[in-house]
Each structure stands twice: as structure tokens, then as C-alpha cells.
T-cell receptor
Framework: IAGITQAPTSQILAAGRRMTLRCTQD?????MYWYRQDLGLGLRLIHY???????GKGEVPDGYSVSRANTDDFPLTLASAVPSQTSVYFC???????????FGPGTRLTVL | GQNIDQPTEMTATEGAIVQINCTYQ??????LFWYQQHAGEAPTFLSY??LDGLEEKGRFSSFLSRSKGYSYLLLKELQMKDSASYLC??????????WGAGTKLIIKP
């Protein structure tokens, strides 16, 4: 692994299903983030983690949960997907909270 | 509320210079970032300004005026590969990035 990876690349999901988006970084960055990107809108922060073992809510956290059991992994879970969660999801990391963020390749999620 | 404004779309000619403006109103300020995002790809970091003035990095420069809540990204000697969206983001008092919707830059030969 070099940098930050996400899985799956894309997914079509039935409404009401549970889904976990995976994110892994090998840069030993302390901070990690989940964003969604929708056409015509800026990136919106869903959840973040300033360091392993801690998480916080961003601008649009409803319907999503995260965990940060270790430095490298930061999964995002949709407990019961709804069509409004159709979006491109980006995971990002930064060495510390005030440094530039590096982004994963994204997951394109469609909820039908 | 917090707000980042930048033009939706701009068009420029290969070899020319283009300036992309960004104005912001945020709760606190811990720096301004510019990112480049090609269609279908992830954003990549271009520049960071925390003090007033111009930061130059090759063909790209970024300017900041904190008193005016204003920044611009200057791209010189435009190349076709510069066709992309350019995202302005401000780090607020909680060290969270507030993002603009992005400026789609179209380069014509």
C-alpha cells in the first residue's frame, strides 16, 4: 500500500441495506476524515478522527457512523442506506489536524 | 454562517494566464488551501497560505489577504492538462476545512 486506499471503488446498494466503506492509510497520519462530494456542492465533512481512538461529527453526520480502532483504518458505516446518500465518498488523512489533507481515490455509491 | 465563494466555471487559452478568485467568511481562520481535482479523480493539494502575500510554486501561485477574506490562485503558461476543477478551502477555528464548490477550468487550444 502506498498512501491512502478505499474500497470498494463503486457500489450499487438497495435502500435499507447496511454498508461499510473501507479506508486505509500507511502514512502514519494521525488525523483522518470522511467527506461526501455532490454535484454543485463543496466537499462536506461527515466524520473525522484527530487521532486513533477518537472520533467527531462533521457537517453532515446523520445516517453515518465511524470507528478508529487503530492509526491506519477508518471505516464509514451506513446503518440503513437511503437514496439521499447516493454520492461520491472520499476518505482523507493528514499528519496532524492543521496540515494538508491527502485523499483516497473515492467510492462512488448509488442507493436505489 | 460559513461561506466560501468561487466562480463556477472559467475558460482560458493554452499558454495564457488565469486567475481564480475565492472569497470566504468563516468562524476563525487557520489557513487557506487550494486543491486541484481532475474529473473522476481525488483532489490533490496545490498550495497553502496562512499569512498575507503571495506563495509561488512553479507555474502556480496563490495569494491571500486575510483582512479582505480573499484569495486567488494564479496559473501561468496554461497547459491542456490544467483542465480541472480548482477547490478553495479554509481551515476554521476547529481545524476543519470548509470547502468551496470548486471552479471548473476549461483550457482551449
Amino acid at each position: 500500500i502506498a498512501g491512502i486506499t478505499q474500497a470498494p471503488t463503486s457500489q450499487i446498494l438497495a435502500a435499507g441495506r447496511r454498508m461499510t466503506l473501507r479506508c486505509t492509510q500507511d502514512m502514519r497520519h494521525n488525523a483522518m476524515y470522511w467527506y461526501r462530494q455532490d454535484l454543485g456542492l463543496g466537499l462536506r465533512l461527515i466524520h473525522y478522527s484527530n487521532t486513533a481512538g477518537t472520533t467527531g461529527k462533521g457537517e453532515v453526520p446523520d445516517g453515518y457512523s465511524v470507528s478508529r480502532a487503530n492509526t491506519d483504518d477508518f471505516p464509514l458505516t451506513l446503518a440503513s442506506a437511503v437514496p439521499s446518500q447516493t454520492s461520491v465518498y472520499f476518505c482523507a488523512s493528514s499528519r496532524e489536524v492543521n496540515n494538508e489533507q491527502f485523499f483516497g481515490p473515492g467510492t462512488r455509491l448509488t442507493v436505489l | 454562517g460559513q461561506n466560501i465563494d468561487q466562480p463556477t466555471e472559467m475558460t482560458a487559452t493554452e499558454g495564457a494566464i488565469v486567475q481564480i478568485n475565492c472569497t470566504y467568511q468563516t468562524s476563525g481562520f487557520n489557513g487557506l488551501f487550494w486543491y486541484q481535482q481532475h474529473a473522476g479523480e481525488a483532489p490533490t493539494f496545490l498550495s497553502y497560505n496562512v499569512l498575507d502575500g503571495l506563495e509561488e510554486k512553479g507555474r502556480f501561485s496563490s495569494f491571500l489577504s486575510r483582512s479582505k477574506g480573499y484569495s486567488y490562485l494564479l496559473l501561468k503558461e496554461l497547459q491542456m492538462k490544467d483542465s480541472a476543477s480548482y477547490l478553495c478551502a479554509v481551515m476554521d477555528s476547529n481545524y476543519q476545512l470548509i470547502w468551496g464548490a470548486g471552479t471548473k477550468l476549461i483550457i482551449k487550444p
